[in-house]
């Protein structure tokens, strides 16, 4: 069984990836003119790579960090 700390640090560099995708500015499909931000790709990203589960909770971890700074 895992610890806590092994599992944070599979999450960590997910964590970093989104953050960093979030500084990226959204782009509009030519045809469409839907709007699609690099952030939006991490979460699939990370569940090819690690499983839905994993993501879900990394997620919630984000969120819950975003939630602490903003308060």
């Known amino acids: 069984m895992?610890?806590?700390d092994q599992r944070n640090c599979l999450y960590r560099p997910f964590a970093a990836l989104?953050?960093?995708?979030?500084l990226f500015l959204p782009f509009t499909m030519p045809l469409t003119g839907v709007?699609?931000?690099?952030?939006?790709?991490?979460?699939m990203l990370t569940g090819a790579i690690l499983g839905a589960e994993k993501v879900m909770?990394?997620?919630?971890?984000?969120?819950?960090?975003?939630?602490?700074?903003m308060a």
Do not use: A
């Open 2 to 4: 895992k610890t806590k």
């Open 18 to 22: 989104m953050d960093v995708f979030g």
């Open 35 to 43: 709007l699609i931000m690099m952030q939006s790709l991490t979460p």
């Open 57 to 69: 909770s990394l997620r919630i971890q984000h969120i819950r960090k975003l939630e602490t700074l």
